[in-house]
């Protein structure tokens, strides 16, 4: 089936280092929404991006919408202990329901 | 606070019982999703609606799994006779028409024994 790999899998930095993570697909996509989760909570959407090549922050995050359509980025600036979670990548599938297909995740361990 | 609800956020059974969650989703949200996350993975879709009607299913719905959303606002999903391979977090979604952003609630996770 349809699937969105994410990399790196797991990443482990000091506080105040800045991250970086991306996600790619086999197939184009007309969105990309990138979710932070915490354990034993629901994904909590970050940043949406609407246009090939668009580039969005949001506080510390900034995300970008690849020129193929099949890729996002997800930079995050001067990591804080706050920012440990596990981080998705998602597209809506299209047609009727826009139902989303969610990248494998990144979970980000951040160190004092 | 406006965002989705779940209840309960925890639920455990033994095998064989029924149980049901619900989901409020944002008030001016028609479409409402469940998914499924088991795990280390990220969710996986399992159904949608758009105001009262049920427009898609997952296979991963099963004859055991049924979905409702009587008057197109709260959702209900209820798994009868539960098998250890239903326990997982299970999440609600909603958005508006015409826009892919989806906002989840906490989710409910279910522990079968």
């Known amino acids: 089936g349809q699937q969105l790999n994410q990399s790196p899998q797991s990443m482990f930095i000091q506080e105040g280092e800045d991250v970086s993570m991306n996600c790619t697909s086999s197939?184009?996509?007309?969105?990309w929404l990138w979710y932070k989760q915490d354990p034993g909570e629901g994904p909590v959407l970050l940043i949406a991006?609407?246009?090939?090549?668009e580039l969005t922050s949001n506080g510390r995050l900034t995300a970008q919408f690849g020129i193929t359509r099949k890729d996002s980025f997800l930079n995050i600036s001067a990591s804080i202990p706050s920012d440990v979670g596990i981080y998705f990548c998602?597209?809506?599938?299209?047609?009727?329901?826009?139902?989303?297909?969610f990248g494998t995740g990144t979970r980000l361990q951040v160190f004092p | 606070d406006t965002g989705v609800s779940q209840d309960p956020r925890h639920k455990i059974t033994k095998r064989g019982q029924n149980v049901t969650f619900r989901c409020d989703p944002i008030s001016e949200h028609n479409r409402l999703y469940w998914y499924r996350q088991t795990l280390g993975q990220g969710p996986e879709f399992l159904t949608y609606?758009?105001?009262?009607?049920?427009?898609?299913k997952s296979r991963l719905l099963s004859d055991r799994f049924s979905a409702e959303r009587p008057k197109g606002s709260f959702s209900t999903l209820e798994i009868q006779r539960t098998e250890q391979g239903d326990s997982a977090m299970y999440l609600c979604?909603?958005?508006?028409?015409?826009?892919?952003?989806?906002?989840f609630g906490p989710g409910t996770r279910l522990l079968v024994l």
């Open positions: 197939s184009i996509f007309n969105t």
């Open positions: 979604a909603s958005s508006f028409p015409v826009v892919e952003t989806q906002y």
């Open positions: 991006l609407y246009k090939a090549g």
């Open positions: 998602a597209g809506p599938r299209g047609g009727d329901t826009d139902k989303l297909i």
């Open positions: 609606f758009q105001n009262e009607a049920q427009l898609e």
